[in-house]
């Protein structure tokens, strides 16, 4: 069966030989066959690969795309607000301080404590002071009689009106001694000018006080203050009266009013002073410290984010990477305010698909798969 096979394809071959091909040495017809086969073969390879690229660029491969994680963020009313870091400060602080000399008796406070304007806190040893009072009464009483028994012998023209001018400046003076050595005395006693609590003591019984020396540390609970610096930028946007929340360091948040916007910038730096009051009827604030001052000032469209998604473009530029009908876009925000569960900022469109996940491993105008927050892939 085969050689009957291969009599036939013999026989067919000798019918349809070229004659070069008889006249061709064996050697030389292997060489030109072998030649044949190999280029018919490079041939039917490039056919091939010139469909398969042609078929690529017909064909998108969308399995291909990467995958990113978005969220379809809408936009809401925020109130715009100002942030302007400071502390907190109390107004009336004083250093409660000794008017005359002597040495510490005794201290009616305990650092902390509240004290009543008008209460006692240091007691100095009043020495020879109730004496010299005694003394300067009695030279008023006498001083008093004399006048008096002139004034008599003056009606009835028995003294001059010069002695009688001289008796009378001898009372005056009398009484001017006796004031002075009554508050000569009352100074012993070192007393809160206003309601407070004691912040610090400065003395131990049995120190020695001179004129100005410090007793106690006395701070005023109501009002307190939250002080900061604002930009120029920012400063022609707040007024007196403005809302304002102050945010501390220590966990509490204090609603209040902006009390006083400076007029007049800070050489150095080009801020005004904001001071703002703040409720304080518990005491519970404390001097100096740290704060947020958030002023609001404007209703704006803005979007809740997660301060993680926030990216800078190559210029620095801050904003986030969305997606828009399959291709990356960058649009800058601003930041309107920011809080524990999130930040609020302007800039996005009221209704966009924020990358959430996988921003950081695309660009500008690459195309992706887009997976939204829940839906799966």
Not at 181 to 200: H, K, S, Y
Not at 236 to 250: H, N, R, W
Not at 335 to 351: A, C, E, F, Q, R
């Amino acid at each position: 069966m085969l050689s009957n096979l291969i009599s036939a394809i013999r026989g067919a071959w000798q019918r349809i030989e070229p004659g070069f091909w008889r006249r061709m040495k064996p050697r030389y017809r292997w060489a030109a066959g072998i030649t044949l086969f190999v280029a018919l073969y490079i041939a039917s390879g490039a056919i091939t690969d010139g469909a398969a690229r042609h078929a690529d660029t017909t064909t998108p491969k969308t399995t291909d795309l990467p995958s990113v994680q978005v969220e379809r963020l809408v936009a809401q009313h925020r109130d715009a607000s100002i942030i302007v870091r400071g502390r907190t400060e109390a107004l009336h602080s004083v250093d409660v301080k000794a008017q005359v000399d002597g040495v510490v008796q005794a201290l009616h406070f305990k650092e902390g404590d509240f004290v009543k304007a008008g209460q006692v806190l240091c007691e100095l040893q009043i020495n020879d002071r109730a004496a010299k009072l005694d003394q300067a009464r009695a030279q008023v009483a006498e001083m008093d009689q004399k006048y008096k028994a002139n004034v008599a012998l003056a009606k009835d023209g028995y003294l001059a009106r010069t002695l009688l001018a001289e008796s009378a400046t001898a009372l005056d003076t009398a009484r001017a001694s006796e004031r002075a050595a009554e508050l000569d005395l009352a100074n012993t006693q070192i007393r809160a000018p206003f309601d407070g609590r004691v912040d610090n003591r400065y003395v131990n019984a049995g120190d020695l006080l001179h004129n100005g020396d410090k007793c106690a540390l006395l701070i005023a609970p109501e009002p307190f203050l939250a002080i900061g610096m604002v930009s120029e930028h920012d400063v022609g946007s707040i007024k007196p009266g403005d809302p304002a929340t102050a945010t501390l360091v220590t966990g509490e948040t204090v609603q209040g009013h902006v009390r006083f916007v400076a007029n007049s910038a800070d050489a150095t730096t080009r801020t005004f002073r904001l001071e703002v009051d703040l409720p304080n009827p518990e005491g519970n604030l404390r001097d100096g410290v740290s704060a947020d001052i958030r002023i609001p000032v404007r209703n704006v469209e803005a979007t809740k984010i997660s301060p993680g998604i926030l990216v800078l473009s190559d210029g620095g530029v801050i904003g986030v990477r969305t997606v828009e009908n399959g291709i990356v876009r960058f649009k800058p925000v601003q930041i309107v305010s920011d809080s524990p569960d999130g930040m609020w900022v302007t800039g996005l469109p009221n209704s966009a698909e924020v990358i959430t996940v996988g921003q950081e491993f695309v660009s500008e105008g690459s195309r992706v798969k887009a997976v939204v927050n829940g839906e799966g892939a």
